[in-house]
T-cell receptor
Framework: NAGVTQTPKFQVLKTGQSMTLQCAQD?????MSWYRQDPGMGLRLIHY???????DQGEVPNGYNVSRSTTEDFPLRLLSAAPSQTSVYFC???????????FGEGSRLTVL | GIQVEQSPPDLILQEGANSTLRCNFS?????LQWFHQNPWGQLINLFY???GTKQNGRLSATTVATERYSLLYISSSQTTDSGVYFC????????????FGTGTKLQVIP
């Protein structure tokens, strides 16, 4: 049972480069979300989705794009990376009927 | 949005000691969870507890939704309990945004 899978686990980018963080879940969860965690802070919501074709902004959406073409996948795109986007990124999912969130193992991104 | 405050921000315990972590939130919520982030960065579900009391081994949690707080109890602490404990809340009704507190960093020393 894989749960929530994030790739890559580590990535180094140069300012201005683009990349996509992948997130996949095999639990048939309707709700998926992306968070970033910065040192000494809790997790802050970037974007979330309540089903295929439906996405919405969280607390810190600027600089990030998302799409949800399937129930299983919720990729996070950085179109032009900035040093301020250096962070650890977590993907999470849950059903809409219960509130229990399940997290992936995180992706550590460094932007030089 | 909902404000979530956790206390204390830092806690150092001797192995075997007990502790209570607190989570206060500014509005009524439908969903509350406690997580443990271990030293390797993994987020582990401890409790899904929008109301009432639950126990799991040495850990237990109580949420008093009407008074807008939740407590996490750790008894007979072990070094493996070290890490950061987060409380996360969500208010339904058109809003699907889970808000995290800034966490309590716990260090258990032998």
């Amino acid at each position: 049972n894989a749960g929530v899978t994030q790739t890559p686990k580590f990535q180094v980018l140069k300012t201005g480069q683009s990349m996509t963080l992948q997130c996949a879940q095999d639990m048939n969860h309707e709700y998926m979300s992306w968070y970033r965690q910065d040192p000494g802070m809790g997790l802050r919501l970037i974007h979330y989705s309540v089903g295929a074709g439906i996405t919405d902004q969280g607390e810190v959406p600027n600089g990030y794009n998302v799409s949800r073409s399937t129930t299983e996948d919720f990729p996070l795109r950085l179109l032009s990376a900035a040093p301020s986007q250096t962070s650890v990124y977590f993907c999470a999912s849950r059903t809409m009927n219960t509130g229990e969130l399940f997290f992936g193992e995180g992706s550590r991104l460094t932007v030089l | 949005g909902i404000q979530v405050e956790q206390s204390p921000p830092d806690l150092i315990l001797q192995e075997g000691a007990n502790s209570t972590l607190r989570c206060n939130f500014s509005d009524s919520v439908n969903n509350l969870q406690w997580f443990h982030q271990n030293p390797w960065g993994q987020l582990i579900n401890l409790f899904y507890i929008p109301s009432g009391t639950k126990q799991n081994g040495r850990l237990s949690a109580t949420t008093v939704a009407t008074e807008r707080y939740s407590l996490l109890y750790i008894s007979s602490s072990q070094t493996t309990d070290s890490g950061v404990y987060f409380c996360a809340v969500e208010r339904w009704g058109g809003y699907q945004k889970v808000t995290f507190g800034t966490g309590t960093k716990l260090q258990v020393i032998p």
